[in-house]
């Protein structure tokens, strides 16, 4: 491996995240999060993730990057802009921004691989795994201690000046960086917008949500049939919810984003329910290849729709 100094890595990290779109990127030393683990605790002893059963696994190395990668000294988060500029505020149905363009997981993790090659050709191989949206890693955590924003009431990463619409990335590597610092001041203050708007009662206040009873969840993750009143209070959304994230002030600086890839594929705002019950398996497939919709598949989103109808 070359010689170079952590600032000049550091650097090098920073201004290839801005090259490749990102909006922000951080950095904190890899230890374990001592903080978070009673939350995590918590979380899945009092049975908020629901089905996600996947969120019990692994919970060693959720607190802990070294147990994910061997000697790791650094984790590097990345925020990425979703926020779209058409609201498709008149749509007889309602889909998450995050789902209107490409599936964020490949988008990113392609950029996350060409920031590692390109250190590699800097400096030679180096220990390193890149995650989006990835269960054994606490990426909102990551976030905030490298100094992106706090987590709010609405367990949303938020940063000052640009809101919440944001997918977070990381490389987590054996590379010695130089650290950011986290914010100390959490801003939600007194505001309780996103608690009163949620209309599950998802959210409790206290920086804690009942993922069992969100809306993301019943319409994308819950694979068994509804057995509860619940689809009476989704308010037209049929894949994923945004409610909590319009209700909130400080997305009032939310810019749109400019990643080509995550134009919407679809125009949601011209299709309406019957439209969407009367879609083929082929114009699903084609439409939505490589859409994040691809997760629930359309007899998951038609079974949502004909919830919606009977209330
Ligand atoms: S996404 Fe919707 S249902 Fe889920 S917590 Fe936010 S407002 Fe509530
Ligand atoms: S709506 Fe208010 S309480 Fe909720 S996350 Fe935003 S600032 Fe915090």
């Given at each position: 491996m070359l010689k170079n100094s952590k600032t000049e890595l550091t650097q090098f990290i920073k201004q290839r995240a801005v090259e490749l779109g990102f909006s922000w990127c951080g950095i904190a030393e890899a230890k374990f999060l001592e903080r978070e683990a009673k939350h995590v605790e918590a979380f899945i002893n009092k049975g908020f993730h629901g089905e996600m059963k996947y969120l019990e696994n692994h919970f060693e190395k959720r607190l802990d990057p070294r147990k994910l990668v061997d000697g790791a000294k650094s984790v590097i988060s990345f925020a990425f802009n979703y926020f779209q500029e058409n609201n498709f505020s008149n749509s007889e149905i309602k889909v998450s921004q995050?789902?209107?363009?490409?599936?964020y997981h490949e988008v990113l993790k392609e950029k996350l691989k060409l920031i590692v090659n390109d250190l590699e050709t800097k400096i030679g191989k180096f220990n390193a795994r890149c995650f989006v949206d990835s269960a054994p890693v606490l990426e909102r955590s990551w976030a905030a201690n490298a100094g992106f924003g706090w987590i709010g009431k609405n367990t949303m990463m938020i940063n000052k000046q640009m809101g919440s619409y944001f997918f977070l990335a990381e490389i987590i590597c054996d590379l010695e960086l130089n650290y950011d610092d986290a914010i100390a001041k959490d801003y939600c203050g007194s505001c309780n917008k996103c608690v009163e708007s949620c209309p599950t009662q998802a959210i409790h206040g206290d920086k804690t949500m009942d993922g069992s009873k969100c809306i993301s969840y019943f319409t994308i993750e819950l694979k068994k049939e509804m057995t509860t009143d619940f689809q009476q209070k989704w308010?037209?959304?049929?894949?994923?919810?945004d409610i909590c994230q319009q209700v909130c002030p400080w997305n009032r600086f939310s810019k749109p984003n400019t990643e080509d890839n995550f134009m919407p594929l679809f125009d949601f705002e011209k299709q309406t329910k019957k439209d969407w019950l009367e879609m083929t398996d082929e114009i699903f497939n084609s439409t939505f290849k490589y859409s994040p919709l691809k997760r629930a598949g359309l007899q998951k989103i038609k079974n949502n729709i004909a919830s919606l109808k009977k209330s």
């Open positions: 995050y789902a209107w363009g490409k599936d308010n037209d959304w049929i894949f994923g919810c």
